[in-house]
């Protein structure tokens, strides 16, 4: 079984504080993504990569950066947190083959900025 | 860039009943379009996917068809149960190294 997991289920941070989100997954996959999921908004895609040290924007950036240092994890990092970042956070992976394939979704992180 | 639109936002059916699911894209280029369910307080998961080589797909209860012309892809969900009831993303990608765009979901919901 493909097992991806987050750092954690809920975060409370107030605004101004430096942010770390972690994504493990453990099936050596080559692909990484984080998404931001709102009500009414669907999924969107933050930042993606590729390979190791390798990354690329998604959709929403601003606010955010990432780290990946290893194929295994995939940091998110909100440098200086706002209340407008308050909401789901979700790490997927994929194997080889870019984006075609499913997507091993982890089990999301709740981020409250106040 | 890509842009999914999904029709409608909540759905409602009663159990037994057909559910149809309706998604669009921009991006003429596009080539692979999944389909993810998720259940209150879970992740999402794959349900069922096509690419573009194939006008229709079917598993079980589950079917999606996709119209390159028009642009758009649909889920068709026959004999709704109680279990189908859950939040439905589709998305479009144009495969390799590109992004996959989801829509902004459609809440069904299976009334027994």
């Known amino acids: 079984d493909v097992k991806v997991t987050q750092s954690s289920r809920y975060l409370v941070k107030r605004t101004g504080e430096k942010v770390f989100l972690e994504c493990v997954q453990d099936?050596?996959?080559?692909?990484m993504f984080w998404y931001r999921q709102d009500p009414g908004l669907g999924l969107r895609l933050i930042y993606f990569?590729?390979?190791?040290?390798?990354?690329e924007k998604g959709d929403i950036p601003e606010g955010y950066s990432v780290s990946r240092e290893k194929k295994e994890r995939f940091s998110l990092i909100l440098e200086s947190a706002s209340t407008n970042q308050t909401s789901m956070y979700l790490c997927?992976?994929?194997?080889?083959?870019?984006?075609?394939?499913?997507?091993?979704f982890g089990p999301g992180t709740r981020l409250t900025v106040l | 860039g890509e842009n999914v639109e999904q029709h409608p936002s909540t759905l409602s059916v009663q159990e037994g009943d057909s559910a149809v699911i309706k998604c669009t894209y921009s991006d003429s280029a596009s080539n692979y379009f999944p389909w993810y369910k998720q259940e209150l307080g879970k992740r999402p998961q794959l349900i069922i996917d096509i690419r573009s080589n194939v006008g229709e797909k079917k598993d079980q209860r589950i079917a999606v068809t996709l119209n390159k012309t028009a642009k758009h892809f649909s889920l068709h969900i026959t004999e709704t149960q109680p279990e189908d009831s859950a939040v439905y993303f589709c998305a479009a990608s144009q495969g390799g190294y590109q992004k996959v765009t989801f829509g902004t979901g459609t809440k069904l919901q299976v009334i027994p």
């Open positions: 099936m050596d996959h080559e692909n």
């Open positions: 990569s590729y390979d190791v040290k390798m990354k």
């Open positions: 997927a992976s994929t194997p080889a083959g870019g984006s075609l394939g499913e997507q091993f």
